[in-house]
């Protein structure tokens, strides 16, 4: 659930990047034994308490070595600061944090210099930036869709020159574009170009024996880069998709940089990362298993103990860049990730254990070629990234921007950015908050950073003095997120949709709000809005969100908007109130609310949606926003919604739920009661419903029938009936790929569904039914790979596996048998099995409801009486979850004991299981062959390795200080990929709980 990418996320121009829905920069892969939950706020707490681990441990110093430039990708090396006299150091003030205006288009405004292209929707393709050559005053950009380079006049944004690429067009690159001495190195699949800036000339075109890997180094006059090779799927066809079941060739080799020809080269290992310094190629490869820490003679010196993980080491290998001749290697236990080179020291970076289950980042220095120890600095946490800016390492973490001495492993600045970028409107209570989070992109620019913020903080444009770290301005950025940076001491070139847009580093303009009211800018995101140039989901939310933090002034405005004709400045107003609530705005919201509009097929990204799209999605913000409001004066409207089943849907019926409950009277309550009340049993013993098929899509002969009728075929239906009509088969009760066979047989009149006991992991299609004497002979198309996940058949298909063919089956079934019902419970004994209820007892757990009419038939927990009882809690929080939940499969709740409790709500049946009996369902018919249900719980790290449940549920419940309202987060499984989380608010009013608030946490 994050888009943080390893080394330097956006790293084609030497910049963070990532989009709207940030996280700290992800570490590289872990042990298994630290990939488990971590809590971030222990780290701060473990750096004060201990310094001494968490500073600097100088182990010496390396001998210094001539200075010889090695050019590598700008995600990894930069030029250093210019002098003090280029900019801002002690020139101007450091910003006040404390004085920045709450609403961020108060800021000044940056100063655009020029812009290429034209938004083209939020998904709309430009040209991407390559490199910015300073010297020549040029930007130089890829258009794929063209498959042409592009260079633009830095200052003016005029076209200099065009140049025509080798390849066919939208050639795929991992390698980050390099230039060095005006000239450009790029890889386009498997080609390597070098390509004069100054004229846009092809110098030269090298075809290489692989696609090149994401690094690059200039030194020495040679290339030096990693090449990865995988023979294509079919021989015969050298066009076909690379066969990634088989053994990639990775060769690190050295082109000379005049002609492209090879220097030397070397085979390595699989998935290796390299350095380079001025005297060798340093390639790390990482290993599995336990091996002893070895050394090769060839390699003077010694070297410390790593920080070990047992399941890993780390082998270091040295090459000399003059011929690629080997020149040792060590082997070091640990995973030791993205190595950095610096004259003769090589920076790495590792996780250290410091006990009860947590882990920091450690960056060290190691001598080259000896690798020995030199010093480590501990970084207090995980997510650590860093980059050499001439002389300077800078690091990135959650809270800080630091600056170190790649000599000694100092500090010589530091940048706490808490106060400056603080969480943005609506961040969760309670919920970790990383500055970092808002980085969308940072680059050097003179002797400043110039750090722009994505989506969640309003894409400020920061700059930041680079000898001392103090921010010295702050402005507004642009509407949209960039995706890369390029800068230099005057410009800054950014990638958003449509083109480039460069802004100008030296100049601040007048604050938008001095130029444009809130009413205009309401009137250009509806716009947006109706050209598709602003999606419907969370970029909607962050535009609304930079308008709440406006405070009272933006009132007026957003309820004109609500008044007026325009749909999209509506829906625009109603996801602002949805943030900050506004009584006086409820008048209008109730007088705009009226019926859905017939569903649609919706658009596409990028494309403008149907008015039927943007009203439906506008009464879904609008009952959203109802809801937060809590205003009695609604209470009819959602009243209405409550209870139409007919119109509404299971969301808008959800959202008028929490509205009530926020509203919070008896006459509001009263309705949610009634509801939970009269879903505490079942009128008939709980069956599928025989006109769904799998999981609830409808299926005839002829295929699926999809949204507005339109039919999408499959190979074999699921559902079909028998010639004379008296029998029906159908599949039904399937999460995932998992399919239960169920059949339809005329007893007195009645068509009642019986469970076969047929389950088959990777589904079932019904290819005939035929009635016998007795019974019923069935045909079936089945497709088994035993216990295991649904889809892993069509991912081995994927990765060149052969498929696994269905064949067909005849099963035979005797009346008698199916409709065995031994305790008379109206569950037969084949689907009490199924269910793990107790075939032999009519009320499995005693609470005077049978089987069968229970909607929890194994719920130990009755309710419990009482002014907020917390154990009731997890109870309302399920029902808020499923009171209006459409199908009716089978759920199992699966958690400590103390989460066996007497639910309601749900359609189908609701079956506590152990931790003994969920292991032996999954290994009968895989982790597909149910829908799971758990309340999120504390996880501690086990002997083993593994993580597993520690305490209760109720134990990871955020109660308030008064224990009138709470946080529970929940989790539903339907498969191996298709997972769901949520965050439930609830508040006690009249002593019981209800939901007042549900909102999707994460998706899989």
């Known amino acids: 659930m994050n888009d943080a990418a390893s080394t330097f996320p956006g790293g084609r121009d030497g910049t963070w990047a990532c989009g709207g829905s940030c996280q700290p920069p992800a570490p590289s892969p872990q042990p298994r034994a630290a990939a488990g939950p971590r809590r971030v706020h222990r780290w701060f707490l473990l750096s004060l308490l201990l310094p001494a681990a968490c500073g600097p441990r100088t182990l010496g110093r390396p001998e210094p070595l001539p ?58 393709s430009g040209p991407t930036p390559q490199v910015l050559w300073s010297p020549g005053n040029l930007v130089v ?74 690094t690059v180094f200039v030194t020495a006059g040679k290339l030096v880069l990693l090449t990865e090779y995988r023979p294509p799927r079919d021989p015969e066809d050298p066009d076909s998709l690379p066969d990634f079941q088989a053994t990639p060739e990775t060769t690190l080799q050295a082109l000379d940089v005049r002609d492209g020809t090879t220097a030397w080269e070397v085979a390595v290992g699989e998935y290796p990362e390299v350095a380079v310094s001025p005297a060798y190629a340093i390639v790390a490869e990482h290993l599995g298993g336990e091996e002893e820490a070895e050394y090769d003679d060839d390699a003077a010196g010694t070297h410390d103990a790593q920080a070990a993980s047992p399941e890993y080491t780390t082998r270091f290998s040295l090459y000399r860049v003059a011929d690629g001749a080997p020149s040792g290697s060590v082997t070091l236990d640990g995973y030791i990730a993205r190595p950095l080179a610096w004259t003769d020291m090589l920076l790495v970076a590792d996780d250290v254990d410091v006990g009860e289950g947590e882990s920091v980042s450690r960056i060290s220095a190691l001598r080259l070629p000896s690798l020995e120890r030199l010093w480590e600095q501990r970084m207090g946490g995980l997510g650590v990234e860093y980059r050499l800016i001439g002389d300077d390492v800078l690091v990135v973490f959650e809270r800080t921007i630091e600056r170190l001495d790649p000599a ?21 209570a309670g919920e970790d908050w990383w500055p970092t989070q808002c980085l969308g992109a940072l680059a050097p620019a003179g002797n400043s950073l110039v750090y722009v ?87 909607l939310d962050n535009k609304a969100k930079e308008f709440v933090i406006g405070g009272d002034a933006i009132a007026p405005a957003v309820r004109e908007a609500l008044a007026g004709p325009s749909i999209a400045a509506r829906l625009f107003a109603v996801t602002v109130l949805k943030y900050r609530p506004d009584p006086e705005a409820v008048p209008a919201m109730i007088a705009a609310f009226g019926p859905p509009p017939p569903p649609s097929y919706g658009a596409f990204p990028g494309e403008a949606p ?37 119109t509404w849907a299971e969301g808008a019926r959800l959202l008028a739920l929490q509205g009530l409950a926020a509203i919070g009277t008896p006459e509001s309550l ?13 009128e008939e013993p709980w069956r599928p419903p025989v006109e769904e098929g799998t999981a609830g899509r409808r299926y005839d002969d002829a295929g699926w029938v999809g949204p507005g009728g339109a039919d999408v075929g499959v190979d074999d239906p699921t559902r079909r009936q028998s010639d004379d009509g008296k029998v029906v088969a159908l599949i039904a009760y399937a999460a995932g790929g998992t399919s239960d066979l169920w059949l339809l047989g005329e007893a007195s009149g009645i068509l009642v569904p019986h469970f076969t006991g047929v389950t088959s992991t990777y589904g079932l299609g019904i290819v005939s039914v035929e009635p016998t004497a007795d019974g019923v002979k069935v045909v079936v198309s089945r497709t088994e790979g035993g216990p295991g996940c649904a889809i892993c058949g069509m991912m081995g298909a994927m990765e060149g596996e052969e498929a696994p063919q269905p064949v067909e089956e005849t099963l035979e079934f005797r009346w008698a048998d199916l409709r065995a019902d031994a305790d008379g419970d109206g569950w037969t004994d084949l689907l009490e099995r199924r269910l793990r209820t107790d075939p032999a007892k009519a009320d499995t757990d005693g609470d005077g409801l049978a089987d069968g009419i229970d909607p929890a038939p194994r719920g130990a927990g009755p309710a419990v009486a009482g002014e907020c009882v917390r154990e009731e ?26 989460v066996n409790l007497q639910y309601e709500g749900y359609p189908g049946p609701v079956v506590w299981l152990s931790a003994e009996e969920e292991e032996a369902i999954q290994a009968e018919v895989g982790l597909d062959g149910a829908t799971y249900f758990s309340f999120d719980q504390r996880m501690e790290e086990g002997e083993d390795g593994e993580w597993h449940p520690a305490g209760t549920a109720l134990e990871s419940v955020q109660f308030t200080e008064d224990g009138h309202s709470a946080t529970v987060n929940v989790s539903e499984f339907r498969g191996s990929l298709n997972g769901i989380g949520h965050r439930v608010d609830l508040r006690c009013v009249q002593g019981k709980w209800y939901p007042v608030a549900i909102e999707m946490t994460w998706i899989s």
């Not at 020159?161 to 980050?176: H, I, K």
């Not at 846009?200 to 075109?205: D, V």
């Not at 809130?518 to 969370?538: E, H, N, T, V």
């Not at 309705?671 to 079942?682: N, P």
């Open 141 to 214: 950009a890829c258009d794929d869709e063209a498959n042409e380079l592009i260079g633009y006049d830095l200052l003016a944004g005029s076209e200099r020159w065009r140049l025509r690429l080798p390849g066919e067009g939208y050639g795929y690159s991992r390698m980050p574009p390099l230039e060095r001495d005006g000239v450009l190195y790029m890889a386009r699949d498997d080609r390597l170009l070098a390509v004069d800036l100054g004229p846009g000339k092809l110098l030269w075109e090298r075809r290489l024996h692989g696609e090149p890997l994401d």
């Open 670 to 682: 009263a309705r949610i009661d009634a509801l939970r009340e009269a879903r505490s049993r079942r």
């Open 453 to 539: 913020t994505n989506g969640q903080c309003a894409k400020h444009v920061v700059m930041l003095d680079g000898e001392t770290l103090r921010p010295w301005r702050v402005t507004m950025g642009f509407d949209e997120s960039p995706a890369e940076l390029l800068a230099d001491s005057r410009t800054a070139v950014l990638a958003v949709p449509g083109g480039l847009a460069a802004i100008d580093l030296e100049t601040a303009g007048p604050t938008m709000l001095e130029s444009v009211t809130y009413g205009q800018r309401i009137a250009a995101i509806a716009g947006d809005i109706a050209a598709g140039a602003l999606p419907l989901g969370w970029p």
């Open 610 to 646: 149907a008015e039927a799209d943007l009203q439906l999605e506008f009464l879904g913000r609008l009952l959203e926003a109802l809801a937060a409001c809590g205003d009695p004066r609604a209470t009819d409207l959602l009243a209405g919604v409550f209870d139409d089943a007919e």
């Open 408 to 428: 000694s492993g100092e500090s010589r600045a530091e940048l706490d950015l808490t106060a400056l970028l603080p969480p943005p409107p609506q961040w969760p």
């Open 67 to 124: 200075p010889e430039a090695v050019s590598g990708p700008a995600a990894l090396m930069a030029p250093g600061f210019a002098s003090a006299t280029a900019g801002p150091h002690g020139d101007q003030g450091e910003v006040d944090a404390a004085a920045l205006p709450r609403d961020p288009a108060a800021l000044p405004g940056t100063v655009l210099r020029w812009r290429s292209g034209e938004p083209a929707g939020w998904m709309g």
């Open 873 to 898: 809690v997890l109870r309302s929080a399920f029902f808020g979850m499923f009171a209006f939940a459409e199908g009716s499969v089978p759920l199992f709740v699966t958690g400590t004991p103390d």
